[in-house]
Structure formats: C-alpha cells, structure tokens
C-alpha cells in the first residue's frame, strides 16, 4: 500500500509567538511511526512579532515565520505558496501562537479575524477535495472561518475561545486532552494538547489519535 502523503503547516518557532515545538515534534513523530510522507510548509512573512520566552515580553527583533519554522523540522520546510492539495492525502496544522498570529490576527480579533489567504485558500481546497484536516490546540478556531460552515470542532475547555468559535458559526465540542472531536461530515479532526495539557506525555494522547484518525480518513 502506497504511503500518505500529508502536509503540515508550521506557523514559526514557539509556543508564544510560532508552533508549539512539542506538538509539532509530536505531530511529525507520529506521522513518521505510521510510514506517512510528510512535506512541511510555512508563510514566508515576518512574525507579528517576537516573543522572549523566558520571560514573555516582546523583543526589538523581526524574525521570518518562514525562516523559524525551519528550526524544527531541520531546515526542509517549504513556502506555504507552494503547497497544493492535489499533491497530498490530509494536512494537519499543529498549534502555538503562531496560528493566532501569523496564519491570522485571530489573537488580537478574536471572532471577527482574518485569515493569511494562502493558508485560508489551502484548507478550504482540502475540504473541496474531501481530504481531512487534522487541527491541534488552538487551530481549530479558525476552521469556522475558513470553510464558512458550521464545523464541529474544539479545543478543549476553555470557555472563552470557545465563545469565539461558537460566534463565528462552529460548534464547540468540549474535549479532554486525550480525545478527539471528529466532524465526518466535513471531515475535520481536532484536539485541545497545550490547550489542556500539564505535560507533554498528555498532549502526545490526544496528538497520536489525530494523527492515526487524519490517516485512516485520508483512505
């Protein structure tokens, strides 16, 4: 049987102001177990901004999501222009700030946020195709938007994001870090990791059946 072919999306480097680097380490440790071809992609613009992670404020420094987002996956990763989906099976998004501020303003807009078009125009060319997409932690707020539809998606228990998916015409489904949250109907696979998750070993739970349920869906 031919192998997956997925794409993951990366949006930097870091949970404050990229990809969370554990769920993305997750995501890809996952994929390679289950023998899945995997081509990553990032959007070749600056970050909003950037963020010390040891202590949480802003730096005076500009850094290129793009360029980031290379750290992890040891520099072969792709513009997120160049990503079709006519070349993939599934695309799974992993979480991180980075998705609430360089795939969209949703960190700032909440609700009422806008989506990179490069990325919004990927998702919505999967879902056309009938491929899944597998979403993590907070990327699945902004499954509303994209496809416009009434998905059913979460990210955990977290009251306040789930109003917003809620406001913009989802359907929040609450989620242990565990689990998942599966819509067949559009095909989309989403769990809550760092939304929930007190140690990596919690987010790999939930993380690890996205992926094999993303797999199995892809056919």
């Known amino acids: 049987m031919q ?8 949006s930097g480097c870091g949970v404050f102001d990229g990809a969370e680097i554990y769920e993305t380490a997750l995501t890809m440790l996952r994929l390679d177990q289950q023998d899945a071809e995997v081509t990553c992609f990032a959007p070749d613009t600056e970050q909003m901004h950037v963020i010390n992670h040891l202590t949480g404020e802003p730096m005076e420094e500009k850094r290129n999501v793009l360029t980031e987002a290379s750290r992890i996956n ?3 990763v792709s513009p997120l ?5 006519d070349d993939f099976d599934a695309v799974i998004v992993p979480g991180g700030f980075g998705v609430a501020k360089n795939l969209s303003d949703f960190a700032v807009e909440g609700s009422g946020c806008r ?3 490069e990325f919004s125009e990927l998702l919505q060319s999967f879902h056309s195709q009938k491929k899944p997409i ?4 907070i990327a699945p707020a902004l499954i509303p938007r994209i496809l416009n539809a009434g998905v059913s998606c979460t990210i955990g228990h977290d009251a306040a994001t789930a109003g917003e998916i809620d406001r913009m015409g989802g359907v929040h489904i609450s989620c242990n870090v565990d689990e998942i949250v599966i819509d067949h109907e559009h095909r989309v696979v989403t769990t809550p990791a760092y939304m929930e998750a007190n140690r990596i070993s919690d987010a790999a739970k939930g993380i690890f059946k996205l992926v094999d349920k993303v797999l ?3 056919g």
Do not use: F, H, S, Y
């Open 3 to 10: 192998n997956k072919k997925i794409a993951v999306v990366i």
């Open 74 to 76: 040891r520099g072969q």
């Open 81 to 85: 222009t160049e990503a079709r989906a």
């Open 115 to 117: 989506i990179r078009p």
């Open 134 to 137: 597998g979403l993590v932690c």
């Open 216 to 218: 199995d869906m892809a």
